[in-house]
């Protein structure tokens, strides 16, 4: 199982356990999971209404393409530990690793 936490805008933390080899997207679970994500665009990267940031490990997480980087550098609260869902796989990287939800922001 793939474990990681996820902080909420009100700051409260769940732990999610997900499968290994489900082949979603961090947005894609926050969804499913029933958080308060809007996903604009459906994980298009074009909208950052998926904005989360990481708060603890990530270390091993895929690096910021330029296209999320483009989107991400258009937000006000953006930070250099800030992601786009829907351009984070689910998969061993994100073990151990704290992700705040910011996408609600917006």
Same mark, same amino acid.
């Given at each position: &199982?793939?474990?990681? !936490?996820? =902080?909420?805008?009100? %700051? =409260?933390? *769940? #732990?999610?356990?997900?499968?290994?080899?489900?082949?979603?997207?961090? &947005?894609?679970?926050?969804?499913?999971? =029933?958080?308060?994500?809007?996903? #604009?665009? %459906?994980? &298009?990267?074009?909208?950052?209404t998926c904005h989360v940031e990481i708060l603890d490990g %990530?270390?091993?997480?895929?690096?910021?393409?330029?296209? =999320?980087?483009?989107?991400?550098? #258009?937000?006000?609260?953006? #930070?250099?530990?800030?992601?786009?869902?829907? *351009?984070?796989?689910?998969?061993?990287? &994100?073990?151990?690793? !704290?992700?705040?939800?910011? %996408?609600?922001?917006?």
């Open positions: &199982m793939i474990q990681f !936490t996820i =902080e909420d805008g009100i %700051g =409260e933390r *769940q #732990t999610l356990e997900i499968p290994e080899g489900i082949g979603l997207n961090l &947005m894609e679970v926050l969804k499913a999971s =029933e958080y308060n994500i809007l996903a #604009t665009c %459906g994980g &298009m990267a074009l909208c950052a %990530g270390d091993s997480l895929a690096p910021v393409s330029d296209a =999320e980087l483009d989107i991400l550098d #258009t937000l006000p609260s953006a #930070t250099s530990c800030s992601r786009l869902a829907c *351009q984070l796989r689910v998969d061993e990287t &994100m073990v151990g690793t !704290t992700f705040k939800i910011r %996408g609600e922001e917006h």
